[in-house]
């Protein structure tokens, strides 16, 4: 258990450094560190990344680096999309849950790969017009993976607030943190009464994870964040192979099937 907590802390350092990837990181962590059930880790993760970032919100905001007027365009759907996602949840397997886990995190691996050049210093993009339209179908499409599976979905976040929101890369990752708690909260409030929650648990595992987005805050000063980027990526591709190796039996049974359906059609 002990090593379980030590991992939390881990989580909270991804989020205060990245403003993102600590629920690609809780959920294998419950599930193959401390041996639990998929689903009631999908639920846990979202408790723990929702309490989490909240707490690595009050930095962001103190230095200035949350945009109100983003994220109120933004977190609404992303709520709405996460609550409906875990209300869906009920109608998959947990090893099903975790296959599209696993392809998320590769597919996350690869936005971070890739990079982008960013420039902190550009604010005119905070003079950009809003478009709507885009923000609401990315929150509600991030808000229904969130619940489905658990992913925060900093990764997708970060990119959109900077492409359709007009905001800098240092305001996009403070005003990440607050969607992802909001929507995070909103997703676990969609798991109430499907799955049972071991409270204490999640108290003592959420405290360890706070710890960790304050120590995280205060390094990423200090971080390179294109190395980080790049070192967190790897391990991604690593974690994602490892539960498609793990879950291969469901994800085998599911093409079968997919493939028995198709010959029955034609």
């Given at each position: 258990?002990?090593?379980?907590?030590?991992?939390?802390?881990?989580?909270?350092?991804?989020?205060?450094?990245?403003?993102?990837?600590?629920?690609?990181?809780?959920?294998?962590?419950?599930?193959?560190?401390?041996?639990?059930?998929?689903?009631?880790?999908?639920?846990?993760?979202?408790?723990?990344?929702?309490?989490?970032?909240?707490?690595?919100?009050?930095?962001?905001y103190k230095n200035k680096n949350v945009d109100l007027r983003v994220a109120s365009v933004f977190a609404p759907v992303a709520m709405g999309g996460t609550?409906?996602?875990?209300?869906?949840?009920?109608?998959?397997?947990?090893?099903?849950?975790?296959?599209?886990?696993?392809?998320?995190?590769?597919?996350?691996?690869?936005?971070?790969?890739?990079?982008?050049?960013?420039?902190?210093?550009?604010?005119?993009?905070?003079?950009?017009?809003?478009?709507?339209?885009?923000?609401?179908?990315?929150?509600l499409f991030v808000g229904i993976v969130t619940g489905l599976v658990g992913v925060g979905g900093g990764f997708l976040i970060v990119p959109a607030l900077?492409?359709?929101?007009?905001?800098?890369?240092?305001?996009?990752?403070?005003?990440?943190?607050?969607?992802?708690?909001?929507?995070?909260?909103?997703?676990?409030?969609?798991?109430?009464?499907?799955?049972?929650?071991?409270?204490?648990?999640?108290?003592?595992?959420?405290?360890?994870?706070?710890?960790?987005?304050?120590?995280?805050?205060?390094?990423?000063?200090?971080?390179?964040?294109?190395?980080?980027?790049?070192?967190?990526?790897?391990?991604?591709?690593?974690?994602?192979?490892f539960i498609l190796y793990k879950n291969k039996d469901t994800f085998i049974t599911s093409n079968s099937n997919l493939t028995h359906s198709i010959r029955?059609?034609?």
């Amino acid at each position: 258990m002990l090593v379980g907590y030590l991992f939390a802390i881990l989580i909270g350092l991804s989020l205060g450094l990245l403003g993102g990837g600590g629920s690609i990181l809780t959920v294998p962590i419950l599930v193959y560190v401390l041996n639990m059930d998929p689903k009631i880790s999908i639920a846990l993760s979202l408790a723990i990344v929702g309490v989490t970032s909240l707490f690595g919100v009050f930095g962001h905001y103190k230095n200035k680096n949350v945009d109100l007027r983003v994220a109120s365009v933004f977190a609404p759907v992303a709520m709405g999309g996460t609550f409906l996602g875990a209300k869906l949840s009920q109608f998959l397997s947990g090893q099903v849950q975790l296959l599209m886990f696993a392809i998320i995190m590769i597919i996350a691996s690869f936005f971070m790969l890739k990079g982008k050049k960013e420039s902190d210093e550009d604010e005119s993009n905070n003079k950009k017009k809003l478009n709507f339209i885009l923000i609401g179908l990315e929150g509600l499409f991030v808000g229904i993976v969130t619940g489905l599976v658990g992913v925060g979905g900093g990764f997708l976040i970060v990119p959109a607030l900077v492409l359709l929101g007009g905001v800098t890369m240092k305001k996009a990752v403070g005003t990440s943190l607050l969607i992802i708690s909001l929507k995070s909260f909103a997703g676990f409030a969609g798991y109430i009464g499907i799955v049972e929650i071991p409270w204490l648990f999640l108290g003592k595992f959420t405290l360890f994870s706070v710890v960790g987005i304050f120590v995280g805050s205060y390094l990423v000063k200090f971080v390179s964040q294109s190395a980080l980027k790049k070192a967190f990526a790897i391990f991604l591709i690593i974690m994602g192979f490892f539960i498609l190796y793990k879950n291969k039996d469901t994800f085998i049974t599911s093409n079968s099937n997919l493939t028995h359906s198709i010959r029955t059609l034609s």
